[in-house]
């Protein structure tokens, strides 16, 4: 039988593998990205419904967009900061300086 590994041990094993650090970072990014747009609509007391209409999406995409199920394009995300009321702001970090 083997040994159990801790999840430590897993989860160097698994970052260890070829391509393992970039599909960490777009879930990150997809992650970062779902949560803001949730948190905002949450603030604007908007149900799911009614962002996905201001946006001109559907309710689903909305919801799996705010799970980070999925990576939004550019046009995407100008229509829902549009329909949050906000400015979309894209920038780039140096890699030391990013995380």
């Known amino acids: 039988m083997s040994e159990r590994k801790s999840w430590g041990a ?3 094993e698994i970052m260890s593998r ?3 650090g970039a599909a960490y970072e777009a879930a990150r ?3 970062e990205l779902g949560e ?3 948190l905002r609509r949450e603030q604007l007391g908007l149900p799911q419904s009614e962002l996905a209409e201001r946006a001109g999406l559907k309710q689903p995409a909305v ?3 705010a799970a980070g199920g999925t990576m939004p394009t550019i046009p995407m995300l100008e229509r829902l900061a549009e329909a949050l009321e906000m400015r979309l702001s894209v920038q780039f970090q140096p ?3 990013a995380s």
């Open 29 to 31: 990014i997809r992650f």
């Open 63 to 65: 919801a799996r967009f």
């Open 36 to 38: 803001a747009v949730r």
């Open 95 to 97: 890699l030391r300086e």
């Open 10 to 12: 897993k989860r160097a």
């Open 18 to 20: 070829p391509g393992a």
